[in-house]
């Protein structure tokens, strides 16, 4: 399918993991993608994904908690991909620890990202969507903190919480203008932040060697297996597509029947 060509679609963490599933699918159907993260890689993984799929691409290194960079990148997107259509706020990080011992660092660092950088990202997509007269697209990810919360993750979840009051607010406030807004919230999938996941809470939780913890985790799915990004960004799509232009303001998972709500 390229249910996308002709449009331009802007995702932040997207040189790697969910994001990296996301933007590879937009533009294997057409999608013009501008990939934003703060790694610097970015370009050359935007590239690599454009030559893939034969569509144009752009790499954006972006901090997502800057405001005005983030209304340059989008301007930088606009200027030479076209106006926006779909905007994907993917960015975000995670930090595992002790109530005793979270710090006040880390607690910002996550609600930043997390948060402070879905709101700053869907803000200056707003204003492009209304410029443009667009009836855009915006979807955030999420997570099943966001459905409840988990130990030593107190800040994260609160953060991922955060994302889904942000897009019903917004999609409350857009719908009359036929701007959608909503989050999906994935489960364990194979990427490099589960990686990170097993390895710390792994030995917070108890003597458990690498991949063992996911493991055990893993068998409490219903499906008995981890997710995968191209699973994920199935979902993106279609929340992107006309086939959802009736759907604003919800939260779906996306996690192989983990959590039922």
Not at 6 to 12: H, L, R
Not at 221 to 233: D, L, N, Q, Y
């Amino acid at each position: 399918m390229r249910r996308f060509e002709g449009q331009t679609v802007f995702v932040t963490g997207g040189n790697k993991g969910i994001g990296r599933g996301i933007a590879s699918r937009f533009a294997s159907e057409g999608a013009r993608v501008a990939v934003a993260a703060i790694e610097t890689d970015t370009p050359d993984v935007a590239a690599a994904l454009g030559a893939e799929a034969g569509t144009q691409t752009l790499g954006i290194c972006l901090d997502v908690t800057d405001a005005k960079a983030v209304a340059a990148a989008y301007a930088e997107v606009e200027a030479r991909l076209g106006a926006i259509s779909v905007s994907v706020q993917n960015a975000g990080v995670i930090t595992i620890a002790k109530i005793e011992d979270l710090t006040e660092s880390e607690w910002d660092l996550n609600l930043d990202v997390n948060t402070k950088g879905v709101f700053l990202c869907c803000q200056e997509a707003v204003r492009r969507f209304r410029a443009s007269g667009r009836r855009g697209r915006l979807i955030n990810t999420a997570s099943g903190q966001a459905r409840q919360g988990f130990i030593y993750t107190p800040h994260y979840a609160a953060s991922k919480f955060g994302v889904v009051g942000l897009t019903q607010s917004l999609a409350k406030e857009l719908a009359p203008e036929g701007i959608t807004a909503n989050a999906i919230c994935p489960g364990i999938i194979h990427t490099d932040m589960w990686d990170y996941n097993d390895r710390v809470w792994g030995k917070m939780l108890g003597d458990y060697g690498p991949g063992e913890l996911m493991k055990s985790w893993v068998e409490g799915i219903p499906m008995k297996r981890a997710g995968t990004p191209a699973e994920v960004a199935g979902l993106v799509t279609f929340l992107a597509s006309d086939d959802a232009a009736y759907i604003t303001g919800q939260t779906i998972n996306v996690d192989g029947g983990l959590i039922m709500s």
